[in-house]
């Protein structure tokens, strides 16, 4: 964590494919996957802003939250922040659009958790759609543009979006779906993982 971030190495990008002849017991058509996770690497929770719950960083995070917010924690909470910036999510979807456009791939796919985390996860998706729309304006459509009149965009990137949770369940049962993934440094870390385990990686 502290390389990737001293060097802002700020793109983990992490193909996935399948191998013939290598195991792989937990799916019945892992010739299917051929995916690319663009994880972001440097902010979210992975950014290591975090006190524990008797420090006294922690107690006076906890009192400025409850003087300012009327937030109210017990005293055993740590306290962990998320932060997700404008800046590093675009830049993050700028790389992955661009390897789709380098490489011919049909898809890139933001997965986030914004119905929950509005003003973070939220905000990384709301990002990557302004992003697409304003940067790759000519070489993208968005998935709902897509499925109105899909022979007109057939040579474009389709950006789409789905909820983490969701995702887990979509790379394994519509596989064929899913071709560049970005997303944020926790999702990303999970999503590759699962991902791999398909193909008979990561055991």
């Known amino acids: 964590m502290t390389l990737r971030q001293y060097f802002d190495l700020y793109a983990n990008i992490?193909?996935?494919?399948?191998?013939?002849?290598?195991?792989?017991p937990p799916v019945k058509n892992p010739e299917k996957v051929n995916m690319?996770?663009?994880r972001?690497?440097?902010?979210?929770?992975?950014?290591?802003i975090e006190w524990k719950y008797d420090s006294e960083e922690a107690n006076r995070v906890r009192q400025f939250l409850s003087e300012q917010f009327n937030i109210s924690l017990t005293p055993d909470t740590g306290i962990g922040i998320k932060p997700i910036s404008k800046f590093r999510s675009q830049r993050l979807v700028r790389k992955a659009i661009q390897y789709a456009i380098a490489n011919k791939r049909r898809s890139v796919t933001l997965v986030h958790k914004g119905n929950i985390m509005k003003y973070t996860?939220?905000?990384?998706?709301?990002?990557?759609?302004?992003?697409?729309?304003?940067?790759?304006?000519?070489?993208?459509?968005?998935?709902?543009e897509y499925s109105?009149?899909?022979e007109a965009y057939r040579n474009r990137i389709v950006v789409k979006d789905r909820i983490t949770d969701n995702?887990?369940?979509q790379v394994l049962t519509r596989t064929e779906e899913y071709d560049v993934i970005a997303t944020t440094n926790l999702n990303g870390d999970y999503l590759s993982d699962a991902i791999a385990a398909q193909v008979g990686?990561?055991?």
């Not at 992490?14 to 792989?24: E, H």
């Not at 972001?40 to 290591?48: K, P, R, V, W």
């Not at 302004?130 to 070489?139: K, N, S, V």
């Open 201 to 203: 990686g990561l055991a």
């Open 121 to 144: 996860e939220g905000a990384f998706k709301d990002w990557g759609y302004e992003l697409a729309a304003t940067e790759f304006r000519d070489q993208t459509v968005t998935e709902e």
């Open 14 to 24: 992490r193909p996935v494919r399948y191998f013939p002849g290598v195991p792989s």
């Open 40 to 48: 972001e690497n440097t902010e979210d929770l992975y950014a290591g």
């Open 36 to 38: 690319v996770v663009f």
């Open 148 to 150: 109105k009149n899909p």
């Open 167 to 169: 995702m887990f369940q």
